[in-house]
């Protein structure tokens, strides 16, 4: 019986799929018939992009989808046209269905991008404010640092004249002591 299953690859924990017609008894990952697509959930939306002609072709002949086949065939649409194609409707049309949707899914992508809303205006103005009074802040707070270290180099400096007044004070000091101290036995 022939399938259309999803075929790992991708890096270790980075599994991305390939949407694969395959005989059911060949492994996961093994021999496959025909590559019709190409799934990766990782990411954001989910990259899927399956060939709808191979697709339909593979389901009229009798290919059964697997659950996760058919969860993502469900998604694009192409069960819906697979059940179209079996009451009638031509092939061409019904591919021709399937890709203008994602024409305009490529043209609407570019579109939301170039506007921008008034809404949006508003978030950049409050972020733009945001940052010039972060800025106005940081900027009154180097100058009070910088005042701060000034003063501080002040009182550094005052600090040590006095010490050095201090000091030749004390050394003038013991010399009268010594002075008076030989002056008494004298008497």
Same mark, same amino acid.
């Given at each position: 019986?022939?399938?259309?299953?999803?075929?790992?690859?991708?890096?270790?924990?980075?599994?991305?799929?390939?949407?694969?017609?395959?005989?059911?008894?060949?492994?996961?990952?093994?021999?496959?018939?025909?590559?019709?697509?190409?799934?990766?959930?990782?990411?954001?939306?989910?990259?899927?992009?399956?060939?709808?002609?191979?697709?339909?072709?593979?389901?009229?002949?009798?290919?059964?989808?697997?659950?996760?086949?058919?969860?993502?065939?469900?998604?694009?649409?192409?069960?819906?046209?697979?059940?179209?194609?079996?009451?009638?409707?031509?092939?061409?049309?019904?591919?021709?269905?399937?890709?203008?949707?994602?024409?305009?899914?490529?043209?609407?992508?570019?579109?939301?991008?170039?506007?921008?809303?008034?809404?949006?205006?508003?978030?950049?103005?409050?972020?733009?404010? #945001? *940052? %010039?009074? $972060?800025? /106005?802040?940081?900027? !009154?707070?180097?100058?009070?640092? =910088? +005042?701060?270290?000034? @003063?501080? &180099?002040?009182?550094?400096?005052? #600090? *040590? %004249?006095? $010490?050095? /007044?201090?000091?030749? !004070?004390?050394?003038?000091?013991? =010399? +009268?002591?010594?002075? @008076?101290? &030989?002056?008494?036995?004298?008497?």
């Amino acid at each position: 019986m022939v399938k259309i299953r999803l075929r790992r690859v991708g890096s270790k924990k980075q599994p991305s799929f390939r949407v694969v017609v395959a005989d059911s008894r060949s492994p996961r990952d093994g021999r496959f018939i025909e590559e019709i697509g190409f799934y990766n959930p990782r990411t954001e939306p989910e990259t899927l992009r399956i060939d709808e002609a191979r697709a339909l072709h593979w389901l009229n002949v009798g290919a059964q989808p697997t659950d996760s086949a058919a969860r993502l065939l469900k998604t694009l649409g192409t069960l819906d046209r697979f059940e179209r194609l079996q009451q009638g409707e031509s092939l061409e049309a019904l591919v021709s269905e399937a890709e203008a949707p994602e024409e305009e899914e490529e043209e609407g992508l570019e579109t939301p991008v170039a506007e921008e809303t008034p809404e949006l205006e508003a978030v950049e103005e409050a972020e733009e404010q #945001a *940052e %010039e009074q $972060a800025e /106005e802040q940081t900027e !009154e707070a180097e100058e009070q640092t =910088e +005042e701060a270290e000034g @003063a501080a &180099e002040s009182e550094d400096s005052e #600090a *040590e %004249e006095t $010490a050095a /007044e201090g000091e030749s !004070e004390e050394e003038s000091e013991p =010399e +009268e002591a010594d002075e @008076a101290e &030989e002056s008494e036995p004298e008497e």
